[in-house]
């Protein structure tokens, strides 16, 4: 039953309850519903016309994002070439340096068998290696931002790393000769147990380290200084490819190096298992220090076998009138401080970033080896095995805190050996 005129006709009473709004309702199924459709009708387009512009937007800002995203990646693929570009020149730049470098290598070596030396020569080598390694540290720095995620160019970063360590450590070798390095005293009470045993060293400024005129107010500031070491002895008997081994391990072994060195509170780690190849490691060492901010470094070691020349591994003070003629297979290890990775920096830590450099060449002599082992520090690294360079040479001799050092390293390894 609707409700309405009883003498109006039905078609009238269907315009007015549909055409016409009213506050009538009618009752169907026992449910009340309001004849107030035509504002009901109208909410609804509003919700509908709501809805359209709701998405006209979602389509909009998709269009947006889908633009720059198409941007994005073009800007990748630009700088993608980019990159390509400038790493192929540098290859052809390294290419060329490495190229001189070894041309003049052959001429150092031609000249030490013939018992001659020209420095001019070796001048020009040190040059062209400082050289090379300069622009090393320039495109590592420019490519630094798109370079590391990829895993071909931190192994390139890597390995230069490790062609820089090996060039620290032979080029020591070859200043020692060159450079006229002294020879260092032995306490008598030493009693070293080591065969053929001798140690040379060489005070040196350190690179781009300048004095102050010391003019005017301006006090004169004190010359920082470097102390290169080279330390030669024969093993009677020991091959020198265990005692290869048994560097290579000393260097990452924490309780090894505790041992060696006779300190605590030392904790060597691999900082990755994603080397170029399985003889090149980078480590990051760290000391605790009661009451003081601990020390850490971060260290690139390599090994490699060489081909040298038995003149370039004649001792320092060697008849230059008779050199030692030939060749001989060797192994050399390198190890050297490298601001080239992504070991996190400790507020509660001091980074040590100056140039510390040490290496051992090994090789055999018939049923023998022989070791010539160098390193290289300057006056400001302070570590607990060694805190200043007067730790190692002091009026012309070895002290008695590196003899306990030296002595360590022979006890570990006859252990090692038996």
Same mark, same amino acid.
């Given at each position: 039953?609707?409700?309405?005129?009883?003498?109006?006709?039905?078609?009238?009473?269907?315009?007015?309850?549909?055409?016409?709004?009213?506050?009538?309702?009618?009752?169907?199924?026992?449910?009340?519903?309001?004849?107030?459709?035509?504002?009901?009708?109208?909410?609804?387009?509003?919700?509908?016309?709501?809805?359209?512009?709701?998405?006209?937007?979602?389509?909009?800002?998709?269009?947006?994002?889908?633009?720059?995203?198409?941007?994005?990646?073009?800007?990748?693929?630009?700088?993608?070439?980019?990159?390509?570009?400038?790493?192929?020149?540098?290859?052809?730049?390294?290419?060329?340096?490495?190229?001189?470098?070894?041309?003049?290598?052959?001429?150092?070596?031609?000249?030490?068998?013939?018992?001659?030396?020209?420095?001019?020569?070796?001048?020009?080598?040190?040059?062209?290696?400082?050289?090379?390694?300069?622009?090393?540290?320039?495109?590592?720095?420019?490519?630094?931002?798109?370079?590391?995620?990829? /895993? %071909?160019?931190?192994?390139?970063? $890597?390995?230069?790393?490790? &062609?820089?360590?090996?060039?620290?450590? !032979?080029? #020591? *070798?070859?200043?020692?000769?060159?450079?006229?390095?002294?020879?260092?005293?032995?306490?008598?009470?030493?009693?070293?147990?080591?065969?053929?045993?001798?140690?040379?060293?060489?005070?040196?400024?350190?690179?781009?380290?300048?004095?102050?005129?010391?003019?005017?107010?301006?006090?004169?500031?004190?010359?920082?200084?470097?102390?290169?070491?080279?330390?030669?002895?024969?093993?009677?008997?020991?091959?020198?490819?265990?005692?290869?081994?048994?560097?290579?391990?000393?260097?990452?072994?924490?309780?090894?190096?505790?041992?060696?060195?006779?300190?605590?509170?030392?904790?060597?780690?691999?900082?990755?298992?994603?080397?170029?190849? /399985? %003889?090149?490691?980078?480590?990051? $060492?760290?000391?605790?220090? &009661?009451?003081?901010?601990?020390?850490? !470094?971060? #260290? *690139?070691?390599?090994?490699?076998?060489?081909?040298?020349?038995?003149?370039?591994?004649?001792?320092?003070?060697?008849?230059?009138?008779?050199?030692?003629?030939?060749?001989?297979?060797?192994?050399?290890?390198?190890?050297?401080?490298?601001?080239?990775?992504?070991?996190?920096?400790?507020?509660?830590?001091?980074?040590?970033?100056?140039?510390?450099?040490?290496?051992?060449?090994?090789?055999?002599?018939?049923?023998?080896?022989?070791?010539?082992?160098?390193?290289?520090?300057?006056?400001?690294?302070?570590?607990?095995?060694?805190?200043?360079?007067?730790?190692?040479?002091?009026?012309?001799?070895?002290?008695?805190?590196?003899?306990?050092?030296?002595?360590?390293?022979?006890?570990?390894?006859?252990?090692?050996?038996?």
């Amino acid at each position: 039953m609707v409700g309405g005129d009883d003498s109006a006709s039905p078609l009238g009473s269907y315009g007015d309850a549909v055409g016409k709004p009213t506050a009538r309702s009618a009752s169907i199924g026992g449910a009340s519903v309001s004849s107030s459709g035509g504002a009901s009708g109208g909410g609804s387009k509003k919700r509908e016309k709501g809805e359209e512009n709701d998405e006209e937007k979602k389509a909009k800002r998709r269009k947006q994002i889908a633009v720059a995203s198409r941007m994005s990646r073009a800007r990748r693929k630009r700088e993608l070439e980019d990159l390509r570009d400038e790493n192929e020149r540098l290859r052809e730049e390294r290419s060329q340096f490495l190229a001189k470098i070894g041309e003049l290598q052959l001429k150092v070596e031609a000249l030490r068998e013939q018992g001659s030396s020209d420095m001019r020569v070796e001048n020009e080598l040190l040059r062209a290696q400082l050289e090379e390694h300069k622009r090393f540290v320039s495109c590592f720095k420019r490519l630094s931002e798109g370079a590391p995620s990829s /895993t %071909n160019a931190r192994h390139a970063i $890597y390995k230069q790393g490790a &062609d820089t360590a090996q060039a620290h450590v !032979l080029g #020591l *070798i070859s200043q020692s000769q060159a450079d006229d390095w002294q020879q260092a005293t032995v306490p008598l009470e030493a009693d070293l147990p080591y065969q053929n045993f001798s140690v040379f060293y060489k005070f040196k400024d350190e690179y781009g380290s300048e004095p102050s005129s010391g003019l005017g107010d301006a006090p004169a500031k004190k010359q920082r200084r470097r102390l290169n070491v080279r330390v030669d002895v024969l093993f009677p008997g020991i091959d020198a490819a265990s005692l290869s081994d048994f560097f290579w391990e000393s260097f990452s072994n924490t309780a090894t190096q505790q041992r060696l060195y006779s300190i605590k509170g030392v904790e060597v780690t691999q900082l990755t298992d994603d080397m170029p190849d /399985t %003889n090149t490691k980078m480590l990051y $060492y760290r000391e605790r220090w &009661d009451g003081e901010k601990d020390q850490d !470094l971060v #260290l *690139i070691c390599n090994r490699r076998r060489k081909e040298l020349a038995k003149s370039t591994l004649a001792l320092p003070h060697a008849n230059k009138a008779k050199p030692a003629v030939g060749k001989v297979a060797a192994m050399v290890m390198a190890l050297s401080t490298t601001q080239h990775s992504a070991a996190p920096e400790y507020e509660n830590a001091n980074r040590i970033t100056s140039l510390f450099v040490q290496g051992a060449v090994m090789w055999n002599v018939m049923a023998d080896s022989r070791l010539c082992v160098v390193f290289s520090f300057p006056d400001n690294i302070r570590l607990k095995a060694i805190e200043t360079i007067d730790d190692v040479i002091q009026d012309g001799c070895i002290t008695h805190k590196f003899v306990d050092i030296l002595r360590s390293y022979r006890q570990e390894l006859g252990q090692r050996m038996s």
